[in-house]
């Protein structure tokens, strides 16, 4: 299982697109998903996330809220290639990953052959064969108001 989160709404302005910041909205999103995660009851051991200050934001919003310490992943920037992000993720099974469209939306396709929409702070649960081609089943999906 691995469960994939989409960072929170965030600020426009910021001197790079690496530090911008969640917005009072993004954080709401975040705090949504959350309570999800928390209801769902997953089994989430820790938290990975992008070195980008919204995914950084969102992670550790979330693990506050579940009691789990967060590890960072220079591999899960947005402009990552797919294959990067999937070899440096096939070390935190069971984790929920914090990070960015469009390599989000590319990784979801790729383990499912499922196309889903992924707005802000959205979240997937996959399940099945570890990261493989074709092998995993998108189990749930949330996406906050």
Do not use: K
């Not at 769902?40 to 789990?68: E, F, N």
């Not at 469209?101 to 802000?120: A, E, H, K, M, N």
């Amino acid at each position: 299982m691995i469960v994939l989160m989409r960072h929170g709404e965030a600020e426009h302005q910021a001197p790079s697109d690496a530090l911008r910041p969640l917005s009072v909205r993004g954080r709401a999103e975040v705090q949504q998903s959350l309570d999800w995660l928390r209801q769902s009851a997953w089994p989430i051991q820790g938290i990975v996330a992008s070195p980008y200050l919204r995914a950084q934001q969102t992670a550790h919003i979330c693990a506050a809220g579940l009691g789990l310490s967060v590890t960072t992943e220079q591999a899960l920037t947005p402009d990552s290639l797919p294959e990067r992000a999937e070899s440096a993720l096939r070390e935190f099974e069971g984790y929920l990953v914090c990070f960015h469209q469009p390599i989000l939306g590319r990784l979801v396709y790729r383990w499912s052959l499922q196309q889903p929409s992924v707005p802000t702070g959205a979240v997937f649960v996959l399940t099945g064969d570890w990261l493989a081609a074709d092998w995993m089943t998108m189990e749930q999906t949330f996406c906050p108001q």
